[in-house]
């Protein structure tokens, strides 16, 4: 497993989003490191209150933008981020129940997760915000 790193591909072109999706990204590079040193379980509580505050804050600004623009796709997009939304609760309570390999299971998900979703989905939605803007 590698830390991921930042690809001029994964940028949308929509800068608020670009730089949220980064944050994302130092996250899961921050667990990752924790997990290469052993240290995972130390950090993963607060890792997981990292993803809370930062699903909160970044969904709601691309779901906000759904509806200012009166995104088509918002259905769809909004199901991933739901299905999200829910993987990382239930992490998170397989955290608290002392799952031991949880961390290695969390950064797959993640990256799995983040790099599928804005290769596709976030790409969608920045190529509809550009045809109706120009
Ligand atoms: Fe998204």
Known sequence: MQKLVWKDAYD???QVIDDQHKMLINIINDLY???ASGSAHLV???IFKQL???VHYHFSTEEDMFQQY???GAQAHIAEHDEFRDKIKNLQGENRSGNIILSLKTIDY???WTINHIL???REFSNFIKSVEL
């Open 52 to 54: 809370a505050d930062y």
């Open 110 to 112: 993640l990256k799995d």
């Open 33 to 35: 490191a924790a997990n």
């Open 120 to 122: 596709g989905t976030d």
């Open 12 to 14: 949308i072109g929509i």
């Open 70 to 72: 009166g995104y088509p």
């Open 44 to 46: 993963m509580e607060s």
